[in-house]
Each structure stands twice: as C-alpha cells, then as structure tokens.
C-alpha cells in the first residue's frame, strides 16, 4: 500500500501536465486565424521551392546510428555502475576489483572504435 | 551523518523522511504548485535571460510591459496564441501534433522528485516539501528527461521538411552523447550517499557539499548538462545559419510555446539537479547554516521551516545565470569539436574519476587516513587535468591555424611554383628571384626535375 502511494503523485503530476500540454495544443488551433494560403503550408526552406521530401523522412548519414549504438552500450554501463554505487560500502573492495574488471573490459572496445575512427566526427 | 566522519554507510538507500502518507488534497495541492513553480520560473528566466543578455550586449532589453519588463514573457505567450496554428501540407498529422506534448509533460513530470525544503506544516498537517521520493529517485529523473527526446525526434520526423529533420538528428545525437558523461558524473555522488533518493542526497551533505570533494564530477555534469540542455555554446541544434530554427522550424502559435516552455523547464530541472547533487540542495550556504545552531535545534534556524525553499531558488537561478551568461559570451562549437569533448575527453575522465573515487574510499573504509584531504587533492589533480586538455586542445588548434597562415607568409608565388601553368619563354618565375633568402622555396626548386628549370636557376647552380 505504502510503495503504490509513493508512485501515486507523480501520476498526479503527469495528468496535470498532460491536460495542460493537450489544452494548448488544442487551444492554439482554436484562437489563431486560419487564412488559407497555398505557399505557407509548404515546407520551409528560406523561401525557395522545398526539396522533395521521400516518405519516411529519407536518408541521413550512418553517424547517427553508430552514436546510437555506442550510446546503448555505455548506457547499459551506467545502469551497472548505479547499483554498485549505491551498495559500495557493503561490498568493500570486492566490489572495487570486479567493477575495475568491468570498466577495463568495456574501455577496451572504447579504445578500439576510438582507434578506427569511430568518435571522429567529419 | 556527514561524509567524512562516517565509516562505513549503512544500506540508507530508502528516502530520509516520511513519503507516501499524504492526503490527497495535499499530493494535488503539492502537483499544482509544482506546475505552476515550473511556468512561473520559465517566464521568469526568459524575462532574466532577455536583460541579462541586452546588459551584456550595451542594449536595455524589455522593459516596457510591467515593471521592469517583468510581463514581457507573458505578453509573448499570449501573442503566440493568437497567431495561426500551421500544420504543413507535407507533415504527418498525428506524430506533428503529439510531439510537442511528448516534449512538454516529461518536463514536467522530471520535477516530482526534486526536494524544495525539509518538512514543514501546511494547514496544520506535517508534510515534506518535495512531492514524492523514491529509492530511485535520480534514476527516475534520468528516465522521465529522455522520453523528452522523443518529443524532439518526432517533431523532426514528422514536419516533412529538411531543416527540422536534420535539427532533429542533431539534437538526439547530442542529448544522449551528453548523456552519458551526465550519468558517469552521478555515480561518484551515489558512491558517497549510497543512495540514489534525492531526499537522502540531500540529508548526507548536511556538512559538506559535494561539489568539494567531488569537484571533477561537478565540472563534468556542469558541462553535460549545458550539452543536455543544447544551449549555447552547445546550441548545435538550433544554429541559425545552419538549420533555421531546427527541430521545431514548422512550428507555430501554441505547439511551438510548448517546445520553448519544455526547453526552459529543462533549463530548471537540470539545475535543480545540480543543486540537489552537488550543491547541498535546501540547504542554507555556509555561514547562514551556523545561525541558531544549538543542542536543542541541530539544524539551525535558516535550514528550518521555509527558509529552504529561498536557498534552493537562489542556487538554481545561479546555474540559470551561468547559462545565460554562457550564451552571452561563448561562440557556438562545430559539431566535430562537440562530438570529441563528449566521447573523447568527459567520458574517459569520468570513468577514471569514478575509479579513482572508488578506490580511495575502499582503501580508507579499512586504513584510518584523512579522506577528506585525500579527496580535495585528488579531486584539485584531476580537475587541473580536465583544464588543461581544454586548453591543449585549444592551444593546438591555435598553433595550427598560425602554422597555416605561416606558410604563404614565407614567399608568395603568383605562379604558384609553375604548376598547372608553366612560364612562357622568356618569363621567369617570381619565387626564384629571391632565391638566396628564402630557403622553403629553395628547398622546392631542388626538389623539382631538372627539366622544368627556368634559365635564371640554372645560372646559379
């Protein structure tokens, strides 16, 4: 019973903020003009004929995806070090060397996209 | 309990203080204020930020609607609701639509956890000032802020157009490279008030902020979150010569309030998080928290009541302040350079300091040594390295630039050494002329075939 009231009031506050996000976007609809002109529900592009978009956005440079994909594996190593953060005093040095033993383990494919080129950016 | 007196720290992972047994009118009560704390701040630090940037340029900013300005924003906000809602002929619709309010309710919801204040009474009932805590307090504020990507990614995604679109990318690209360093940063101040509820963090600084002894944490998240934020020198997202407004480029009238309001908010909640973390949070500044300590009243009179919640607003528009004047003063970054502090420099400084912590504590937890001194040596090393790679990088990149305008310096070639264009019979390249004082070009003329000598080189051989 306790642990369910402890969530509860961020549920409040998300409501709150949902109806107050929704009430905006719906009243911005309703108070704003509506002139009709052909030229401004057209892509803006400084005021040149917009470039043909292809559905679904197009494509974009593979940098993006391999941002991504080092950003999950350090993510994944964040939420490792949390815990053993949390109960370091009670794991003592123990602890200290199988997370020495992590953190080299991860830092070794660090060091090796670092080497490919990975983190450049050009 | 403070942090160097302390040995080992018992398994306080639950929030200090009583959370959950709160009446309902009280939970809506809280929420309400809470929302309307968040809105009140934004327009407030627009207005701040729109004087304190005019300061700072020789101009006078706002100043016409309410005192001071003050109203400015509001006016604004009102103004763009009554300009006309455009939803591009090329956009998908829904996703258009949703992607504002994507962005705007995390911010929000982040904001559940922060503690203004220690307990006080409100309408007779004893409560905490903080709506609601949790063993995983940070964890949850982590969690809650990168749905707001979503709203960002969406909103680029679905204008159907090329500037959000790109926007878009960069922003996420951004948020959760910075993201990572932010999260390293926070792993030292877990190690020290083995605990991740805010409330707890909070009680465990009552003697010492963290931001001293963990300085290098506090620098990096200082850093992170500006990046996290994409304000300037971060700004990257919204870089005008580039992308027009990116990711929100299609939005008007209240959607794109909306995008603001959330961005500002976000303004808050990472400083916020800064002050809880590493900044003593409620808690008064040194001098002020000594007032009215005695036996009976340990805390002191300004860390009672509702003198908290002055020191905790007062922290947070500091870090606002910085960011202001960060955008006042600081050029925008190109993105190679943002990429490269971000995975090449606070990455692998976080992760060094997180061990160097780790090991320090472990070795004093058993070894009777002055950890506190150890920590603000350790701390001040590795703080003057972060320093000092910034500015190596600067440097070299200087050195760079003046080596490359050193070069043309050394004689000018209007011929350009003969290549693509060969002297005519009868003309004689100008770089040779001062053949004797210049030895770059010297150098060059010996290095070329024989057969592409011009009469007066051949002379002199």
Redo the contacts between chains.
């Keep these: 019973m306790?642990?369910?009231?402890?969530?509860?009031?961020?549920l409040?506050?998300?409501l709150?903020?949902?109806g107050?996000?929704?009430v905006?976007?719906v009243?911005?609809?309703l108070?704003?003009?509506?002139?009709y002109n052909r030229a401004?529900?057209?892509?803006?592009?400084?005021g040149i004929e917009?470039?043909p978009?292809p559905v679904g956005?197009?494509r974009?440079p593979v940098?993006?995806y391999l941002?991504?994909m080092?950003?999950i594996i350090?993510?994944i190593e964040?939420i490792f070090?949390?815990p053993w953060?949390?109960?370091?005093?009670?794991l003592?040095?123990f602890?200290?060397v199988e997370?020495?033993l992590f953190?080299v383990t991860v830092?070794v494919a660090?060091a090796y996209v670092?080497r490919r080129g990975g983190?450049?950016?050009? | 309990m403070s942090v160097h007196t302390l040995g080992?720290?018992p398994?306080a992972?639950q929030p200090a203080g009583t959370?959950?047994?709160?009446p309902w009118w009280l939970?809506?009560l809280?929420?309400?204020g809470?929302?309307v704390f968040l809105v009140v701040m934004t327009l407030l630090a627009i207005w701040w930020e729109r004087r304190v940037v005019a300061r700072m340029q020789h101009r006078i900013g706002p100043n016409r609607v309410g005192p001071q300005g003050l109203l400015q924003s509001l006016a604004d906000g009102i103004k763009?609701?009554?300009?006309?809602?455009?939803?591009?002929?090329?956009a998908d619709k829904v996703v258009f639509?949703l992607a504002?309010?994507l962005a705007?309710?995390p911010?929000?919801?982040a904001?559940?956890?922060m503690p203004f204040g220690p307990q006080v009474s409100i309408f007779g009932h004893r409560t905490m000032l903080q709506?609601?805590?949790?063993p995983v307090a940070v964890?949850?504020v982590i969690a809650v802020t990168s749905i707001g990507v979503y709203g960002i990614v969406l909103a680029g995604?679905s204008?159907?157009?090329?500037?959000p679109?790109?926007g878009a990318?960069r922003s996420?690209?951004q948020v959760?490279?910075y993201?990572?360093a932010m999260?390293?940063s926070?792993?030292?101040v877990?190690?020290f008030a083995?605990?991740?509820s805010t409330s707890q963090i909070v009680n465990q600084q009552t003697n010492l902020w963290f931001a001293i002894p963990l300085l290098p944490s506090f620098l990096i998240y200082a850093t992170a979150m500006v990046g996290e934020t994409n304000r300037a020198p971060f700004d990257l997202p919204e870089a005008e010569g580039e992308l027009?407004g990116g990711f929100h480029?299609?939005y008007s009238?209240?959607?794109f309030?909306?995008f603001f309001l959330a961005e500002y908010i976000n303004m808050v909640t990472v400083s916020t998080l800064a002050t809880t973390l590493f900044l003593g949070g409620w808690r008064a500044p040194w001098p002020l928290s000594l007032v009215g300590v005695d036996p009976a009243h340990p805390e002191g009179l300004l860390n009672t009541g509702w003198w908290p919640v002055l020191w905790f607003i007062a922290k947070i528009n500091i870090f606002i302040f910085v960011f202001i004047w960060l955008r006042g003063t600081l050029p925008r970054l190109r993105?190679?350079q943002f990429?490269?502090i971000g995975?090449?420099i606070l990455?692998?400084v976080s992760?060094l300091w997180?061990?160097a912590v780790?090991?320090i504590?472990?070795l004093t937890?058993?070894i009777t040594l002055d950890r506190r001194t150890l920590f603000v040596w350790v701390g001040g090393v590795l703080a003057v390295v972060f320093v000092v790679s910034l500015a190596w990088d600067t440097l070299a990149e200087r050195r760079g630039a003046a080596g490359a305008q050193d070069v043309p310096a050394a004689g000018f070639d209007p011929m350009a050494g003969g290549y693509p264009v060969p002297p005519l019979p009868g003309q004689s390249l100008p770089a040779y002329a001062d053949l004797a004082v210049s030895p770059v070009s010297a150098r060059a003329g010996s290095a070329e075939p024989d057969g592409t000598r011009d009469p007066v080189e051949g002379d002199d051989a």
Excluded at chain 2, 80 to 90: N, W
Excluded at chain 2, 131 to 134: G, R, V
């Design positions: 306790r642990r369910v009231n402890v969530y509860a009031p961020i409040v506050l998300g709150l903020s949902t107050f996000a929704v905006s976007v009243a911005g609809s108070t704003g003009p509506k002139r401004r529900l057209d892509a803006y592009e400084c917009p470039t978009q956005g197009g974009f940098k993006y941002t991504a080092l950003f350090f993510d964040i070090l949390y953060a949390v109960a370091f005093d009670s003592g040095l602890g200290l997370m020495v953190i830092f660090y670092w983190l450049d950016w050009d | 080992r720290l398994l992972y959370f959950g047994t709160d939970v809506v809280k929420a309400v809470i929302f763009l609701a009554l300009k006309e809602d455009i939803v591009p002929r090329a639509v504002p309010v705007a309710v911010a929000f919801m904001y559940a956890v709506l609601t805590d949790l964890l949850y995604w204008s159907g157009s090329t500037y679109l790109l990318l996420s690209a959760i490279s993201e990572i999260g390293l926070f792993v030292a877990f190690l083995g605990s991740m027009v480029t299609e009238s209240l959607k309030a909306l993105y190679d990429m490269r995975w090449k990455i692998p992760l997180i061990l780790a090991a504590r472990a937890l058993d």
